[in-house]
């Protein structure tokens, strides 16, 4: 391990990229992301990568993915408004089966909002912001450390499974600088690639595992790529069979492995009667309010969903258990309670706690909730 | 929430005086003496010209909301950022004023420190770039928050290099100011 430093979330991501391999970054400049292109502006070049700074947020993505599939690993950042640009090419990889990591630093919206005001807007946009229906992988760190460790992770699964990985975090988080120790050596993963013979291949045809091998080009093997439904050649087709065993194939790579995606962390759940649910910089403030609450007497906990697609639904019902009321804590009008409600709310009370106003979510707000139901609780058992 | 080991400090002045880069000098200084921190500022319009903030907090172990919420200590270089950030400030928070910008001491609080800051800065150095740092040599002789050799080495590898020997002397000159009061 290496010595502790003060870094701020932003150059976490990009030197996590650089950690995790990426060689690739095309992009847009905008706040509150653009340190991650500017650390990667200064350290690619010398890593013997490439960093180009493109006219828009649509051709940034389509770069990157053109990068991939000429073997590289590759990224783009932005922030909500770029977030909404890329969304083609988010569905274009998906469906191409492109790897790629796209970074999103939310800040307050709709359209250019709060540019440097951290939020949670974009949570849903990353798991439906394309069109069509398609799988998502979606990782939320909470901390500087974790924007490093996500954004290695992020690599890793857009490689293992050969689809766009989206990191979604605040402001907060993209532009406090922490004191952290990086690791000196991070565990990669590589794509699959073909090891037959160049004549005859066929990209996509059936795989075992739903993981087709996937050639750089340039590697001698010739194939087409298309955001058209194809075939096992790659080439576009209308039939039905074809199409839906490939669409199924593409939803079955996620969601078959969602329990090796899947990640949350719990705190103090186990015997809770109030679980506050909160992801990125709402979870650290719901820590310290849990924390606070239980020297109280409250028996409160925190359940943090570390991906937040493939939503950890078995995680969340384990957590809540017999909590008779689950706190949503969220920095947009209601996003993820969807969910909460969709795993908890037939055994427990799902109480909104937003906040849109471009602040953060502070522990003593989360405090008092706490609290508050706490006591609504008693009230109900006397 | 400060409390337990946690300190939360806030320097806050104009754009120029060098506020954030003092912000993350004593968070790496903080570092550097085998404690965490985390540093934050204000980002945007407001850091353009008008009022700048820099946050810090220093614990022991690992900080839980890296955010600063309730201040220990806050260091005022302008009259703007008093008007701002004093009315917030808790009672038994330590203030640290720049005596030039911020005139009278009708404020009645106890903890009020007074200190000709963005004049040693002028006098050493000839601009308030290096106002932040002689207020971190004020912070460390008043409040004993950070080591005195962390702070140097933290300067030494903050700043420039053709920089570096201005702003040891203009930490030291804030020290001096610190330690005769």
């Given at each position: 391990?290496?010595?502790?430093?003060?870094?701020?979330?932003?150059?976490?991501?990009?030197?996590?990229?650089?950690?995790?391999?990426?060689?690739?970054?095309?992009?847009?400049?905008?706040?509150?992301?653009?340190?991650?292109?500017?650390?990667?502006?200064?350290?690619?070049?010398?890593?013997?990568?490439?960093?180009?700074?493109?006219?828009?947020?649509?051709?940034?993505?389509?770069?990157?993915?053109?990068?991939?599939?000429?073997?590289?690993?590759?990224?783009?950042?932005?922030?909500?408004?770029?977030?909404?640009?890329?969304?083609?090419?988010?569905?274009?990889?998906?469906?191409?089966?492109?790897?790629?990591?796209?970074?999103?630093?939310?800040?307050?919206?709709p359209s250019t909002g709060l540019p440097t005001s951290p939020s949670q807007g974009d949570v849903m946009?990353?798991?439906?912001?394309?069109?069509?229906?398609?799988?998502?992988?979606?990782?939320?760190?909470?901390?500087?450390?974790?924007?490093?460790?996500?954004?290695?992770?992020?690599?890793?699964?857009?490689?293992?499974?050969?689809?766009?990985?989206?990191?979604?975090?605040?402001?907060?988080?993209?532009?406090?600088?922490?004191?952290?120790?990086?690791?000196?050596?991070?565990?990669?993963?590589?794509?699959?690639?073909?090891?037959g013979p160049v004549e005859g291949f066929l990209p996509k045809a059936a795989a075992a595992d739903d993981?087709?091998?996937?050639?750089?080009?340039?590697?001698?093997?010739?194939?087409?790529?298309?955001?058209?439904?194809?075939?096992?050649?790659?080439?576009?087709?209308?039939?039905?069979?074809?199409?839906?065993?490939?669409?199924?194939?593409?939803?079955?790579?996620?969601?078959?492995?969602?329990?090796e995606i899947e990640d949350a962390e719990t705190f103090m759940t186990e015997d809770a009667d109030v679980?506050?649910?909160?992801?990125?910089?709402?979870?650290?403030?719901?820590?310290?309010?849990?924390?606070?609450?239980?020297?109280?007497?409250?028996?409160?906990?925190?359940?943090?969903?570390?991906?937040?697609?493939?939503?950890?639904?078995?995680?969340?019902?384990?957590?809540?258990?017999?909590?008779?009321?689950?706190?949503?804590?969220?920095?947009?009008?209601?996003?993820?309670?969807?969910?909460?409600?969709?795993?908890?709310?037939?055994?427990?009370?799902?109480?909104?706690?937003?906040?849109?106003?471009?602040?953060?979510?502070?522990?003593?707000?989360?405090?008092?909730?706490?609290?508050?139901?706490?006591?609504?609780?008693?009230?109900?058992?006397? | 929430?400060?409390?337990?080991?946690?300190?939360?400090?806030?320097?806050?002045?104009?754009?120029?005086?060098?506020?954030?880069?003092?912000?993350?000098?004593?968070?790496?200084?903080?570092?550097?003496?085998?404690?965490?921190?985390?540093?934050?500022?204000?980002?945007?319009?407001?850091?353009?010209?008008?009022?700048?903030?820099?946050?810090?907090?220093?614990?022991?172990?690992?900080?839980?909301?890296?955010?600063?919420?309730?201040?220990?200590?806050?260091?005022?270089?302008?009259?703007?950022?008093?008007?701002?950030?004093?009315?917030?400030?808790?009672?038994?928070?330590?203030?640290?004023?720049?005596?030039?910008?911020?005139?009278?001491?009708?404020?009645?609080?106890?903890?009020?420190?007074?200190?000709?800051?963005?004049?040693?800065?002028?006098?050493?150095?000839?601009?308030?770039?290096?106002?932040?740092?002689?207020?971190?040599?004020?912070?460390?002789?008043?409040?004993?928050?950070?080591?005195?050799?962390?702070?140097?080495?933290?300067?030494?590898?903050?700043?420039?290099?053709?920089?570096?020997?201005?702003?040891?002397?203009?930490?030291?000159?804030?020290?001096?100011?610190?330690?005769?009061?």
């Amino acid at each position: 391990m290496t010595e502790a430093r003060l870094i701020q979330g932003n150059q976490a991501c990009a030197e996590g990229a650089l950690a995790a391999g990426c060689r690739f970054f095309a992009g847009y400049p905008i706040t509150p992301s653009s340190e991650i292109a500017e650390h990667l502006a200064r350290s690619l070049p010398g890593a013997g990568g490439t960093f180009v700074q493109m006219e828009d947020e649509i051709a940034s993505l389509g770069a990157v993915i053109g990068a991939s599939v000429g073997g590289m690993k590759a990224m783009t950042a932005t922030s909500g408004p770029g977030f909404s640009l890329m969304q083609e090419h988010i569905g274009y990889a998906a469906m191409a089966e492109v790897p790629c990591v796209v970074v999103d630093v939310m800040r307050g919206g709709p359209s250019t909002g709060l540019p440097t005001s951290p939020s949670q807007g974009d949570v849903m946009q990353a798991r439906w912001g394309t069109h069509g229906g398609h799988p998502a992988i979606v990782l939320a760190p909470a901390s500087v450390a974790e924007v490093f460790e996500l954004t290695v992770r992020a690599f890793n699964l857009a490689e293992r499974f050969h689809t766009p990985v989206t990191v979604v975090f605040d402001e907060v988080i993209g532009h406090t600088r922490e004191s952290v120790v990086l690791p000196d050596h991070v565990d990669i993963v590589d794509r699959r690639r073909p090891d037959g013979p160049v004549e005859g291949f066929l990209p996509k045809a059936a795989a075992a595992d739903d993981i087709t091998p996937l050639p750089a080009f340039g590697d001698g093997y010739r194939y087409h790529l298309t955001g058209l439904v194809y075939d096992e050649r790659g080439f576009p087709t209308t039939d039905p069979t074809q199409t839906g065993a490939l669409l199924e194939r593409l939803h079955r790579k996620v969601d078959a492995y969602s329990p090796e995606i899947e990640d949350a962390e719990t705190f103090m759940t186990e015997d809770a009667d109030v679980i506050v649910f909160a992801y990125g910089i709402v979870a650290r403030a719901a820590r310290e309010a849990v924390r606070l609450a239980r020297e109280e007497g409250v028996r409160a906990g925190l359940f943090r969903p570390v991906t937040l697609w493939p939503f950890p639904a078995k995680a969340l019902e384990a957590a809540v258990g017999a909590a008779r009321t689950v706190i949503a804590a969220e920095m947009n009008h209601g996003q993820m309670i969807h969910e909460v409600e969709r795993v908890a709310a037939s055994t427990a009370e799902i109480v909104p706690h937003l906040r849109v106003d471009g602040e953060p979510i502070s522990p003593a707000e989360l405090l008092a909730k706490l609290r508050e139901r706490a006591a609504a609780q008693t009230g109900g058992r006397g | 929430m400060s409390g337990g080991d946690r300190t939360e400090i806030r320097l806050a002045g104009a754009g120029g005086q060098g506020v954030v880069t003092a912000g993350r000098i004593l968070a790496e200084a903080a570092i550097l003496s085998g404690r965490t921190s985390t540093h934050s500022q204000v980002f945007g319009p407001q850091s353009r010209g008008g009022a700048s903030r820099s946050d810090v907090v220093i614990a022991d172990a690992e900080i839980g909301f890296p955010l600063a919420l309730d201040l220990d200590v806050l260091v005022v270089l302008s009259e703007a950022a008093y008007t701002r950030y004093v009315p917030e400030l808790g009672d038994a928070a330590t203030l640290v004023v720049d005596e030039r910008a911020v005139p009278g001491t009708g404020d009645g609080r106890p903890q009020t420190h007074r200190f000709p800051i963005v004049e040693t800065a002028h006098r050493i150095v000839g601009s308030p770039v290096a106002t932040g740092v002689v207020a971190l040599g004020v912070l460390e002789a008043l409040t004993g928050l950070v080591d005195a050799a962390a702070l140097e080495k933290a300067v030494g590898s903050r700043v420039p290099a053709h920089r570096r020997e201005a702003n040891i002397q203009a930490l030291a000159a804030g020290r001096d100011l610190g330690q005769a009061a």
